[in-house]
């Protein structure tokens, strides 16, 4: 199933590492929430995400609801608990609504439960078989920062919608797409010294590579800093930027997450489109908040990243940020938080040659992050 093989604008082989694996691609994100009927309902009409699948109640689950959304190859499962001892409540209690599974596409689950945990993994669960009238799905799971896991999931013997226990979720409200592919890449906030551990972590039980590096001195403004290290999977499909706080005046965006988040966790999921200008439009008319950045931004933008195909007006308008590398440019823009703690957000980027994150930007970001973090008073 070539569900989420096509991202050539992600790929690149990265020859430091080994693809012991291998990860054929991101195959769900599962987040924790409060409320997944409303936390399903914000992600189609703000983000335009589909309804795909379902399992609760009417479905024979009898402790927990999953709503899965879907647009281009992304799939997000929204989950809540029904019952008071279950154990997803500690995990809201902990750390609000958030990122708890990053699945990863495999051929062989068991042998990515094998090859990680050899390497030093800890398990979340060994490999088990699901079945549906729609075939089996194998299925194992290793331990990762925080209370964050991998669900390594093999489904070359499954048909169904989603996964066995889902029931295609038909709903008659179906707000259109906003454009969003796959996903680009997954950001961690670690603690202090942490960062390193979990590169080594990537490298060596992941088989992951280093790729970039930012410290200090790239990520600072007057404030506040942080380091961070991109750990890539062998074809480029994968990308796991991992940032910790550094030493500034003032608090780091890292650590108000750490602390609204009691820990690290995934800090933000980059959502791929083909075209920003239209998918930014679309998402700011449906209430969705960006950061800002101030107009001067523009001034002399194309001085700094060349001739870009893009007019100037619409992405001032609209905020858009633009960075350039040996390879090409590339536009993104960042959502505020998506709920009340100031935690999770949702990077929006397109791509045109750039395989890079954005370090051009990294200051009138941050500078925009800070100026938030001072209406909230965590600065
Ligand atoms: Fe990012």
């Given at each position: 199933?070539?569900?989420?093989?096509?991202?050539?604008?992600?790929?690149?082989?990265?020859?430091?590492?080994?693809?012991?694996?291998?990860?054929?691609?991101?195959?769900?994100?599962?987040?924790?929430?409060?409320?997944?009927?409303?936390?399903?309902?914000?992600?189609?009409?703000?983000?335009?995400?589909?309804?795909?699948?379902?399992?609760?109640?009417?479905?024979?689950?009898?402790?927990?609801?999953?709503?899965?959304?879907?647009?281009?190859?992304?799939?997000?499962?929204?989950?809540?608990?029904?019952?008071?001892?279950?154990?997803?409540?500690?995990?809201?209690?902990?750390?609000?609504?958030?990122?708890?599974?990053?699945?990863?596409?495999?051929?062989?689950?068991?042998?990515?439960?094998?090859?990680?945990?050899?390497?030093?993994?800890?398990?979340?669960?060994?490999?088990?078989?699901?079945?549906?009238?729609?075939?089996?799905?194998?299925?194992?799971?290793?331990?990762?920062?925080?209370?964050?896991?991998?669900?390594?999931?093999?489904?070359?013997?499954?048909?169904?919608?989603?996964?066995?226990?889902?029931?295609?979720?038909?709903?008659?409200?179906?707000?259109?797409?906003?454009?969003?592919?796959?996903?680009?890449?997954?950001?961690a906030n670690v603690g202090w010294n942490e960062m390193n551990p979990w590169v080594k972590f990537y490298e060596d039980v992941m088989g992951f590579a280093n790729v970039l590096g930012f410290d200090d001195k790239d990520i600072s403004t007057e404030y506040s800093a942080l380091m961070s290290?991109?750990?890539?999977?062998?074809?480029?499909?994968?990308?796991?930027?991992?940032?910790?706080?550094?030493?500034?005046?003032?608090?780091?965006?890292?650590e108000e997450y750490l602390d609204f988040y009691n820990g690290p966790g995934v800090q933000h999921i980059a959502m791929a489109t083909d075209d920003i200008v239209k998918t930014v439009r679309e998402l700011m008319s449906r209430g969705v908040e960006f950061l800002k950045v101030p107009s001067?931004?523009?001034?002399?933008?194309?001085?700094?990243?060349?001739?870009?195909?893009?007019?100037?007006?619409?992405?001032?308008?609209?905020?858009?940020?633009?960075?350039?590398?040996?390879?090409?440019?590339?536009?993104?823009?960042?959502?505020?938080?998506?709920?009340?703690?100031?935690?999770?957000?949702?990077?929006?980027?397109?791509?045109?040659?750039?395989?890079?994150?954005?370090?051009?930007?990294?200051?009138?970001?941050?500078?925009?992050?800070?100026?938030?973090?001072?209406?909230?008073?965590?600065?």
């Amino acid at each position: 199933m070539a569900i989420q093989s096509e991202t050539p604008e992600l790929e690149k082989v990265v020859p430091e590492a080994q693809d012991f694996l291998p990860l054929l691609g991101t195959d769900h994100v599962e987040l924790y929430v409060g409320n997944a009927k409303q936390a399903a309902h914000f992600y189609k009409s703000a983000f335009g995400f589909q309804s795909m699948a379902y399992a609760g109640l009417e479905t024979g689950v009898k402790d927990r609801t999953s709503y899965v959304v879907e647009q281009g190859k992304m799939r997000l499962v929204l989950t809540t608990p029904l019952t008071k001892d279950h154990e997803i409540n500690e995990h809201l209690r902990l750390h609000g609504d958030g990122v708890k599974v990053i699945a990863l596409w495999v051929d062989d689950a068991r042998k990515a439960f094998a090859e990680t945990t050899k390497r030093g993994a800890v398990p979340y669960f060994e490999p088990r078989v699901e079945k549906d009238a729609d075939g089996e799905v194998v299925k194992s799971g290793i331990k990762l920062y925080g209370d964050t896991v991998h669900i390594f999931v093999e489904r070359k013997n499954y048909h169904g919608t989603f996964l066995p226990g889902y029931k295609p979720w038909k709903s008659a409200y179906n707000p259109p797409t906003a454009g969003l592919k796959y996903v680009d890449h997954m950001v961690a906030n670690v603690g202090w010294n942490e960062m390193n551990p979990w590169v080594k972590f990537y490298e060596d039980v992941m088989g992951f590579a280093n790729v970039l590096g930012f410290d200090d001195k790239d990520i600072s403004t007057e404030y506040s800093a942080l380091m961070s290290k991109v750990m890539s999977n062998g074809n480029g499909r994968i990308k796991f930027p991992i940032n910790e706080p550094a030493e500034g005046k003032k608090k780091s965006q890292v650590e108000e997450y750490l602390d609204f988040y009691n820990g690290p966790g995934v800090q933000h999921i980059a959502m791929a489109t083909d075209d920003i200008v239209k998918t930014v439009r679309e998402l700011m008319s449906r209430g969705v908040e960006f950061l800002k950045v101030p107009s001067s931004y523009y001034d002399n933008l194309l001085d700094r990243v060349g001739k870009i195909d893009e007019d100037l007006g619409p992405l001032s308008e609209l905020g858009i940020l633009v960075d350039r590398d040996d390879e090409g440019y590339l536009l993104q823009l960042f959502t505020k938080p998506l709920q009340d703690r100031p935690t999770l957000f949702i990077e929006i980027i397109q791509r045109k040659g750039a395989k890079s994150f954005g370090k051009g930007n990294f200051k009138a970001l941050f500078e925009a992050i800070e100026r938030e973090q001072e209406l909230r008073g965590t600065l």
